[in-house]
């Protein structure tokens, strides 16, 4: 008996080395990539700003929660580093996922297979893992927290163990920080709850007598998941709130937020289409709660998590392909359940709704390439090779690119550790690849334009810092702050190059 556990668990082992192999091998050329992307631009400044001494949200800013400000500043504003973590996180996430995968399916080759299109999408370019964005880092903790929830809230009306309390409190907690990343993970945070209200129900029936009393045992139960996600949240407003930028954090984690995805929600009224979208889950859950016995249990976990990693996905109403990395986990394990059932009628529906699912996603998330994908792999090859030299390498990522380069290295060389330089443009990976840091907590344009506010704010930065050079590119409008104090001295590129003359 001893020889065959040992067997399995070599099996297990090797299936999960196979896995981890296959995605390091996939994701290998990111590390590579140069600095071209305008998201790892301003979190490689902020991550540079802050192991420089500058302060959280008064510093250094962009519109997120401070912990990938934390990892980008363990990274040191250096890109191979930030996606060396990435990779390491992916890694996690993957073993998180087979395991979770293994819980629900228990049969080997579906936890194979839903694994193996979990490592293939995660590790691809295709839907932009091989960037270290928010998404990547997310999906470890979402997973961790979903493994301790899974054996938890499938038993969630039987009675409670001491263990179980402590595995929902951790399963808050480590779900908390990827909160602390980016605040969508409360779409997360609300699946898992969902989950829990209608497993707790499966296969109860609700009568006037029993509903008081039913809610008051899910209640004692599910506080201590709740507790558990809040209390990281907590630790971080009395963090701030010490150091003085309490208001700061909320404005730019929180109520920022609010405007960035009421921009692209609008139809008829604000946030329009947002609205449309919460009745229609609202619909689906409630469908759902009332055919609740119909279902099996994991079919409920994985049909309610796909949902609202559905509404994640489409919550800003952006396409940006990256927020599909929230919707792979769920969606993988949706491919199990269409492979898993024998009865015909059944495959039919739930193909039906995975190819609803494909393309509204092929149409609206309109940056990904199956084309692109492949030939991601040939410039790499080609650059190895010595077939192509790096600024052909560069130019494939973004034609802008290899002249951000250029601009980068005439500033790295024209100043000195301290220096203030100011970019009006919006290819921030101009500070951290020159070791210069913007005069204000603002490192792209875009986000300075956003209101006058903004733009006050950084010109009193300017007067304040004196930056030693001005670089105003050509994607941006004109120029909004007094140039009197500089002198044009050349165009690298199509860049100008403003230097200060006293």
């Known amino acids: 008996m001893k020889q065959l556990f040992g067997i399995k668990r070599m099996k297990i082992f090797w299936m999960v080395f196979g896995l981890c192999f296959l995605f390091v091998v996939l994701r290998f050329p990111s590390l590579f990539e ?27 800013w962009d519109n997120k929660p401070p912990l990938l400000f934390v990892i980008y500043a363990l990274a040191y504003g250096d890109q191979y580093l930030a996606r060396l973590f990435s990779l390491i996180f992916g890694l996690g996430a993957v073993i998180a996922f ?54 938890v ?41 969902t989950i829990s209200f209608i497993l707790f129900f499966h296969t109860k029936h609700i009568s006037h007598k029993s ?10 139960k599910i506080i201590w998941f709740i ?18 930028v309490l208001t700061y954090y909320m404005d730019a984690a929180f109520g920022r937020n609010v405007d960035y995805v009421g921009w692209a929600n609008y139809f008829i009224i604000p946030q329009g289409l947002l609205y449309i979208r919460i009745l229609l889950l609202s619909i689906f859950l409630v469908a759902l709660f009332y055919k609740r016995k119909s279902f099996s249990k994991e079919t409920l976990f994985i049909l309610i998590w796909l949902a609202f990693s559905m509404f994640n996905s489409y919550f800003s109403y952006r396409p940006y392909t990256h927020y599909l990395l929230l919707l792979l986990p769920s969606a993988s394990l949706f ?9 015909l009628s059944y495959k039919i529906k739930v193909f039906f709704i995975g190819f609803v699912i494909f393309l509204t996603a092929f149409s609206h998330f309109h940056y990904w390439s199956l084309q692109k994908t492949v030939s991601y792999y040939i410039n790499y090859c080609h650059l190895v090779s010595g077939k192509i030299d790096f600024r052909t390498y560069q130019s494939f990522f973004y034609s802008r690119n290899p002249k951000d380069y250029v601009v980068a290295s005439y500033i790295k060389s024209h100043t000195s550790p301290g220096d203030v330089i100011f970019l009006w443009g919006n290819s921030a990976q101009i500070y951290p690849l020159s070791k210069t840091l913007p005069p204000g907590r603002y490192s792209a344009a875009y986000h300075i334009g956003t209101n006058k506010k903004n733009v006050l704010e950084t010109e009193v930065a300017i007067k304040n810092t004196r930056p030693k050079y001005i670089i105003i590119t050509p994607d941006v409008e004109h120029f909004p702050f007094d140039l009197s104090e500089y002198t044009y001295t050349l165009t690298i590129e199509d860049a100008q190059i403003y230097e200060r003359t006293f």
């Open 34 to 60: 140069p600095n071209w992307y305008g998201d790892e631009g301003i979190y490689l400044s902020i991550g540079f700003g802050l192991r420089s001494g500058r302060q959280f949200y008064t510093g250094v």
């Open 153 to 193: 809230l499938i038993h969630f009306s039987d009675p409670f163990l001491k263990k179980q309390k402590l595995y929902l409190f951790l399963a808050g907690n480590i779900l908390s920080l990827s909160f602390l990343i980016k605040i969508v993970s409360i779409f997360d945070f609300a699946a898992f709850l």
């Open 227 to 244: 507790v558990g996600f809040l209390s990281p949240v907590g630790i971080s407003i009395i963090f701030f709130n010490a150091i003085g």
């Open 335 to 343: 491919v199990g359940l269409l492979v898993k059932s024998s009865d």
């Open 98 to 151: 087979y395991s979770l995968s293994k819980k629900i399916f228990v049969k080997n080759s579906l936890s194979q297979a839903t694994s193996l299109f979990f490592v293939l999408f995660f590790g691809l370019p295709i839907i932009e893992g091989n960037i270290a964005n928010s998404e990547n880092f997310m999906l470890l903790p979402i997973l961790v927290s979903a493994n301790l929830l899974y054996p």
């Open 211 to 220: 509903v008081i009393k039913n809610a008051l045992v899910y209640t004692k």
